[in-house]
């Protein structure tokens, strides 16, 4: 009998302490968190509780303070930054709150750009964009510049970008965070498609409605996990859940 | 490497929202490479064409000039003498072209070419046995004039019958200088040509060249063919001054580039390090985003190498171009060596390297730019500078207190806006310094020891005929009589310009810079290369041979002598033996304030007859014009640093302001004080920078231009501040201007609704 594989995400004891002008400000204090292959986990808690802080971690983002970061089965902590960069390209896919797409750079161009930094040739590097952004809708879109796009389009391209490697790990800090109620349901059908098509996710959000949407949800407080719950399965009525969201957004 | 593709998409979606400031930047780098390497050209030493002439056509170093043939054989045994060229017979025709009638020397050849001093052939052919109208003409002429091979030539000679010859060549020489610098022109024709032209043997003269073993023996030849000629001789040209009338004033104009060009490099690099710092903050959260996701911290730093490093790259490619251009411009397609590959390897090596460490700086900083885009780069606040503090306690508006306040938030690029304005204002000052200078010797020519316009020769008449013709001109203020001898120093081998004019009762306006004018025998003044020459001061006596006479010559003042290297000694006639005072050899005529000075030499020619050579004074400022236009180019490349700098100031504040825009506005403040707010915060750095650089550049520009002066002989006393009255235009039209480019922008953002959240 094979072991079991690694989960996706391990973290141990893991500690961030900023230090703000020679005053230590614990962001995260003591997370062990294991995410497994095709999880969806739900980062949830107030304002400032070190939720940007933790995922910022475990993308190599923010270097930690002390505690152990495995990624793959593979300790990613002790990486420098230019390993931690590659591991990235490879591995992990960023969704931000304000989309930080490149101002300067088509549509088209922000979703070549991690698979041509991969080493994908312009070809297969085109073709993978025509695929996402067909799927996400946004197939005309691709050479209009992204001030040109509404929040929610901007935010579907940053996911079309961040799922241009296909990474084993989608990260999402509040992807929704800065969106309208029709826009939120968009994000949410599309990450919600992509999970079940077998893609890891953990995502960020202080919205309890956003955050049924997931597998797993994990609250914080203070830098601290003080509840880590898979969602019922009375609440999580699979096939049906963009349209959830619609009725709760109302 | 991997990153190659998607950092030239990043590369080539970047230019393109800044194609104007990619632009500037290239511009400005090109301009500083094409002074680099104008200055280099013309200070290297084989610019003058004297030197490559003289070598290619194994020229004469002396030429004299006598009645009939002299005797050659004598002439080759003087001591020094290697070979002879000539004698030729010459006649003085008049060429008719369109009207225009230009005097020229018809000199009579052989179908073979001479070994010495041989026309070089440039156009054309060299003339035939069969060619009874073919004529050759010196190539300045021929250019000055319109002539062309195969073009007619029809001369006039002095009998009055008119000879319709043709060019069929076009030739280089180092026997006279360039035409209209050196009169008259210079034609060959065939012997037999020649004498159908001028038959009368008594109007024409014969010309020999001697060759020399060693230039430096030039004098004591000199002296030698007098000796044995004397009255014979009519006159006598050496290869010093055909040399020095084919000078540009290389080494001033070559000076002044050089140092225009490496300041401009430190300004470049300033410039350089503001826009591209200034773009890397601007892009922080593009930056921080690439990070994200997976560009590593040296993949940044190349990514920004690459692309601004490539323009700076490309601004050099494009100045090789320009400086070729430029330095064949400022010697008017005179036959110019091309730049060494040494002086070329480190000018393009030099400002390779700092074009690549002023964008190494910033590109540095931007690597290390923390990959979480979320981050906004607020500037830091909250504390008031000082400036702002004062700004307040005097009571200004709130606009400009808070643009003062803003001016400093940043205090590094602060500074660095500050300098990169200065030093192109400063140069900018710098530059109008040696325009008011150039001004001052047109307009004050007795300043700069030019107080007569024209020189009078007897030539035909007796000097007493000329003296009264010169008296009778209206226009006529002074007619010093003047005569010039060569002196030496008993240890010094070389001899040097020893110039009576006047006498020591009434000597001619010299500008006298130190001590005093000549008052008595055995006096003198002298330029500054003549004091460094011999190690003199002011108040010695020196022992000297003047004109062959021994004599203790008492230098009491120092006066501004632009001929000769300032190598030149000048007394009164009283001082110079008989011999050579009486008669003089010339007048040097101080005309009335306005007369022009071409009008009343063609009054005395026809006064005279045509007896009379009158000669104008060639103001050295008239061949420093080119000058004028290096100024203007490089004032537009130094605007275009500035420029840069300033739009990088105005980015900048912009972009610190684009989050604080609507919190002004929600304190209460109008558009137009918003923008006033903008545009105090750049406003204040240009103002200082400006300021700054002005003062710099005016303190500089008198003790710079003096320097200069000094090193070439000319002496101290040259140097001119721009007025008061051009140095405020320039501030004014620098701030003014500044302030336009930082308000469009201004408006435009206050205009322009920015959204809260998006930070
Ligand atoms: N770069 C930083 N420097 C100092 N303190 C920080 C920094 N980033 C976050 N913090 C602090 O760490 C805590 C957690 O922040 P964050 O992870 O952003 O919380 P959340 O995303 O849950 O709102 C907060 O108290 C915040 O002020
Ligand atoms: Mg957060």
């Given at each position: 009998?094979?072991?079991?594989?690694?989960?996706?995400?391990?973290?141990?004891?893991?500690?961030?302490?900023?230090?703000?002008?020679?005053?230590?400000?614990?962001?995260?204090?003591?997370?062990?968190?294991?995410?497994?292959?095709?999880?969806?986990?739900?980062?949830?808690?107030?304002?400032?509780?070190?939720?940007?802080?933790?995922?910022?971690?475990?993308?190599?983002?923010?270097?930690?303070?002390?505690?152990?970061?495995?990624?793959?089965?593979?300790?990613?902590?002790?990486?420098?930054?230019?390993?931690?960069?590659?591991?990235?390209?490879?591995?992990?896919?960023?969704?931000?709150?304000?989309?930080?797409?490149?101002?300067?750079?088509?549509?088209?161009?922000?979703?070549?750009?991690?698979?041509?930094?991969?080493?994908?040739?312009?070809?297969?590097?085109?073709?993978?964009?025509?695929?996402?952004?067909?799927?996400?809708?946004?197939?005309?879109?691709?050479?209009?510049?992204?001030?040109?796009?509404?929040?929610g389009e901007q935010q579907r391209v940053a996911l079309a970008r961040a799922l241009a490697n296909r990474p084993s790990l989608l990260l999402a800090d509040e992807p929704t965070g800065n969106l309208d109620s029709r826009n939120t349901r968009d994000v949410l059908r599309l990450l919600s498609e992509v999970h079940r098509d077998g893609q890891t996710i953990i995502m960020v959000t202080h919205d309890a409605r956003v955050a049924s949407l997931a597998d797993r949800v994990v609250s914080l407080l203070d830098g601290e996990i003080v509840d880590d719950g898979a969602v019922g399965p009375a609440r999580r009525r699979p096939r049906a859940t963009a349209g959830d969201v619609v009725e709760l957004r109302g | 490497m991997s990153t190659t593709r998607a950092s030239i998409r990043w590369i080539r979606a970047d230019l393109r929202v800044r194609r104007g400031q990619a632009l500037l930047t290239v511009l400005a780098v090109a301009g500083i490479v094409t002074a680099l390497i104008t200055a280099a050209t013309l200070l290297e030493d084989g610019t003058n064409p004297w030197r490559g002439l003289f070598a290619e056509s194994r020229g004469a170093h002396v030429w004299i000039h006598t009645k009939d043939a002299p005797d050659v054989t004598a002439l080759s045994r003087l001591h020094g003498v290697t070979q002879v060229a000539g004698p030729y017979r010459t006649a003085p025709v008049m060429l008719t072209m369109d009207g225009k009638k230009s005097p020229v020397a018809l000199r009579g050849m052989q179908v073979r070419p001479p070994s010495v001093a041989a026309p070089l052939i440039r156009e054309g052919r060299w003339l035939r046995s069969g060619d009874v109208d073919g004529v050759v003409v010196e190539r300045s002429f021929a250019e000055a004039l319109g002539l062309r091979v195969g073009g007619p030539f029809t001369v006039t000679a002095l009998s009055g019958a008119s000879h319709p010859l043709v060019v069929v060549g076009l030739a280089d020489t180092a026997d006279q200088g360039f035409y209209p610098e050196w009169t008259p022109g210079l034609a060959w024709t065939l012997t037999t040509t020649l004498a159908r032209v001028e038959p009368a043997l008594g109007r024409s003269?014969?010309?020999?060249?001697?060759?020399?073993?060693?230039?430096?023996?030039?004098?004591?030849?000199?002296?030698?063919?007098?000796?044995?000629?004397?009255?014979?001789?009519?006159?006598?040209?050496?290869?010093?001054?055909?040399?020095?009338?084919?000078?540009?004033?290389?080494?001033?104009?070559?000076?002044?580039?050089?140092?225009?060009?490496?300041?401009?490099?430190?300004?470049?690099?300033?410039?350089?390090?503001?826009?591209?710092?200034?773009?890397?903050?601007?892009?922080?959260?593009?930056?921080?985003?690439?990070?994200?996701?997976?560009?590593?911290?040296?993949?940044?730093?190349?990514?920004l190498m690459a692309e601004h490093g490539a323009l700076g790259l490309l601004g050099i490619a494009v100045g090789l171009v320009c400086g070729q251009i430029a330095s064949s411009f400022a010697l008017d397609g005179m036959p110019i060596l091309p730049l060494s590959s040494v002086p070329l390897l480190s000018i393009i090596g030099g400002t390779a390297a700092v074009v690549l460490v002023a964008v190494a700086l910033p590109a540095w900083r931007g690597g290390r730019t923390p990959p979480i885009p979320a981050a906004p780069a607020a500037p830091p606040k909250g504390r008031l500078s000082r400036v702002a503090r004062l700004a307040l306690l005097v009571r200004l508006p709130p606009a400009l207190v808070l643009g003062t306040r803003d001016a400093f938030t940043r205090r590094v690029p602060a500074f660095l806006s500050i300098f990169g304005l200065a030093v192109p204002m400063m140069m900018i000052t710098i530059g109008l310094g040696v325009w008011a200078t150039l001004d001052d010797f047109l307009h004050h020519p007795e300043q700069v020891g030019q107080a007569a316009a024209l020189t009078v020769r007897p030539d035909k008449l007796t000097p007493e005929d000329a003296a009264r013709i010169v008296?009778?001109?209206?226009?006529?203020?002074?007619?010093?009589?003047?005569?010039?001898?060569?002196?030496?120093?008993?240890?010094?081998?070389?001899?040097?310009?020893?110039?009576?004019?006047?006498?020591?009762?009434?000597?001619?306006?010299?500008?006298?810079?130190?001590?005093?004018?000549?008052?008595?025998?055995?006096?003198?003044?002298?330029?500054?290369?003549?004091?460094?020459?011999?190690?003199?001061?002011?108040?010695?006596?020196?022992?000297?041979?003047?004109?062959?006479?021994?004599?203790?010559?008492?230098?009491?003042?120092?006066?501004?002598?632009?001929?000769?290297?300032?190598?030149?000694?000048?007394?009164?006639?009283?001082?110079?033996?008989?011999?050579?005072?009486?008669?003089?050899?010339?007048?040097?005529?101080?005309?009335?304030?306005?007369?022009?000075?071409?009008?009343?030499?063609?009054?005395?020619?026809?006064?005279?007859?045509?007896?009379?050579?009158?000669?104008?004074?060639?103001?050295?400022?008239?061949?420093?014009?080119?000058?004028?236009?290096?100024?203007?180019?490089?004032?537009?490349?130094?605007?275009?640093?500035?420029?840069?700098?300033?739009?990088?100031?105005?980015?900048?504040?912009?972009?610190?302001?684009?989050?604080?825009?609507?919190?002004?506005?929600?304190?209460?403040l109008t558009p137009g004080q918003v923008a006033a707010t903008l545009v105090t915060g750049t406003g204040l750095l240009v103002v200082l920078?400006?300021?700054?650089?002005?003062?710099?550049?005016?303190?500089?520009?008198?003790?710079?231009?003096?320097?200069?002066?000094?090193?070439?002989?000319?002496?101290?006393?040259?140097?001119?501040?721009?007025?008061?009255?051009?140095?405020?235009?320039?501030?004014?039209?620098?701030?003014?201007?500044?302030?336009?480019?930082?308000?469009?922008?201004?408006?435009?953002?206050?205009?322009?609704?920015?959204?809260?959240?998006?930070?």
């Open positions: 009998m094979s072991p079991p594989p690694p989960p996706i995400v391990n973290t141990v004891n893991l500690v961030k302490i900023y230090q703000n002008g020679g005053v230590p400000v614990p962001a995260v204090r003591g997370v062990d968190l294991q995410v497994e292959a095709g999880q969806f986990v739900a980062v949830m808690g107030p304002s400032g509780s070190g939720k940007s802080t933790l995922v910022h971690m475990i993308g190599g983002l923010d270097a930690r303070t002390s505690g152990e970061i495995w990624l793959d089965g593979k300790r990613a902590d002790t990486l420098n930054e230019s390993a931690w960069a590659l591991l990235r390209r490879q591995k992990i896919g960023f969704v931000f709150q304000f989309f930080n797409l490149v101002a300067n750079m088509t549509v088209a161009d922000n979703v070549e750009l991690p698979a041509l930094l991969a080493g994908a040739s312009p070809r297969e590097a085109r073709e993978r964009r025509e695929y996402l952004l067909g799927e996400l809708g946004l197939a005309d879109r691709a050479d209009a510049a992204p001030a040109q796009l509404a929040g | 003269e014969s010309v020999t060249g001697l060759r020399l073993a060693d230039g430096e023996d030039t004098l004591p030849v000199a002296h030698g063919a007098v000796t044995l000629l004397a009255e014979k001789i009519q006159r006598m040209s050496t290869w010093r001054e055909v040399r020095a009338s084919m000078e540009l004033d290389n080494r001033l104009l070559g000076l002044l580039l050089a140092l225009f060009g490496v300041t401009g490099l430190v300004a470049a690099a300033l410039a350089i390090v503001n826009v591209v710092g200034g773009r890397v903050l601007t892009q922080t959260r593009d930056i921080a985003t690439l990070k994200s996701l997976g560009y590593t911290r040296s993949q940044i730093f190349g990514l008296g009778a001109d209206p226009e006529v203020q002074a007619a010093y009589p003047g005569s010039e001898v060569s002196a030496l120093e008993p240890e010094q081998t070389r001899s040097v310009l020893a110039r009576a004019v006047g006498t020591s009762a009434q000597p001619y306006p010299f500008s006298v810079v130190e001590g005093r004018m000549f008052a008595g025998r055995g006096e003198a003044v002298a330029g500054q290369g003549l004091l460094d020459l011999l190690g003199v001061k002011i108040g010695d006596r020196v022992r000297m041979t003047v004109g062959g006479t021994p004599l203790i010559v008492h230098i009491v003042g120092r006066v501004v002598e632009p001929d000769q290297d300032g190598e030149v000694l000048s007394l009164g006639l009283d001082s110079l033996a008989a011999k050579d005072a009486v008669p003089p050899q010339f007048y040097s005529l101080v005309l009335r304030p306005g007369a022009d000075p071409a009008a009343v030499r063609a009054r005395l020619l026809a006064a005279s007859d045509e007896g009379l050579e009158v000669h104008r004074v060639v103001n050295p400022a008239e061949r420093l014009e080119v000058v004028r236009v290096l100024i203007v180019a490089l004032i537009a490349v130094l605007a275009l640093l500035g420029l840069a700098n300033l739009l990088t100031a105005s980015a900048l504040g912009l972009r610190d302001h684009a989050l604080d825009l609507a919190v002004l506005k929600a304190m209460g920078g400006v300021s700054a650089g002005t003062a710099a550049g005016a303190s500089l520009v008198g003790g710079l231009i003096d320097l200069q002066g000094h090193t070439s002989g000319v002496g101290a006393g040259i140097g001119r501040t721009p007025s008061a009255l051009t140095l405020l235009v320039a501030v004014l039209v620098a701030v003014g201007a500044a302030l336009l480019v930082t308000l469009i922008p201004a408006r435009r953002a206050v205009r322009a609704q920015i959204p809260v959240a998006v930070r």
